[in-house]
T-cell receptor
Framework: NAGVTQTPKFRVLKTGQSMTLLCAQD?????MYWYRQDPGMGLRLIHY???????AKGEVPDGYNVSRLKKQNFLLGLESAAPSQTSVYFC?????????FGPGTRLTVL | GIQVEQSPPDLILQEGANSTLRCNFS?????LQWFHQNPWGQLINLFY???GTKQNGRLSATTVATERYSLLYISSSQTTDSGVYFC???????????FGEGTQLTVNP
């Protein structure tokens, strides 16, 4: 039981490049979330999903896309990375017992 | 959307001291959670507490939903308690968690 895993852990991109962050969970949770955390700030919700095949926008969705083709995976895509997207990205799942976060992905866009 | 305010923003303690962290929220919520982010960035769920009081070792939490606040108590603090404590609420309108900006706790030996 790995909980929530994120791939990759670190990544450096150049402006305009694209990439996909993968979040995987083995707890059969319906709800999954992508957050970003910037220095000195709390977590801001980018997109979320309430079940396989569903996605919804969060607080800061611009510049990101997501997909939930399989229940256990939630993908976050950056089509054309910008320096403003330099951040730490956290994936999370949610159940009635509370939320569980992945270890984070540190992304730097030059 | 719902507003979540945490206080104090920063707190410095000597090892062994007690502390109380507060979370105020602006609307009714389905649930409230407290998280600890350790100095390595890992986020740990401490309490899932939409109402009432829960205790886990030296930590306890109380949520008074009718008055829209929650308190996190840390007793006999240890250096390993250092980090950022976040309060997050789930709005009644959906399944989204909204986070406060956190309380940065430093416990000195």
């Amino acid at each position: 039981n790995a909980g929530v895993t994120q791939t990759p852990k670190f990544r450096v991109l150049k402006t305009g490049q694209s990439m996909t962050l993968l979040c995987a969970q083995d707890m059969n949770h319906e709800y999954m979330y992508w957050y970003r955390q910037d220095p000195g700030m709390g977590l801001r919700l980018i997109h979320y999903s309430v079940g396989e095949g569903t996605t919804a926008k969060g607080e800061v969705p611009d510049g990101y896309n997501v997909s939930r083709l399989k229940k256990q995976n939630f993908l976050l895509g950056l089509e054309s990375a910008a320096p403003s997207q330099t951040s730490v990205y956290f994936c999370a799942t949610h159940s009635l017992a509370g939320g569980l976060f992945g270890p984070g992905t540190r992304l730097t866009v030059l | 959307g719902i507003q979540v305010e945490q206080s104090p923003p920063d707190l410095i303690l000597q090892e062994g001291a007690n502390s109380t962290l507060r979370c105020n929220f602006s609307d009714s919520v389905n649930n409230l959670q407290w998280f600890h982010q350790n100095p390595w960035g890992q986020l740990i769920n401490l309490f899932y507490i939409p109402s009432g009081t829960k205790q886990n070792g030296r930590l306890s939490a109380t949520t008074v939903a009718t008055e829209r606040y929650s308190l996190l108590y840390i007793s006999s603090s240890q250096t390993t308690d250092s980090g950022v404590y976040f309060c997050a609420v789930e709005e009644t309108s959906g399944s989204r968690l909204t986070f406060g900006e956190g309380t940065q706790l430093t416990v000195n030996p």
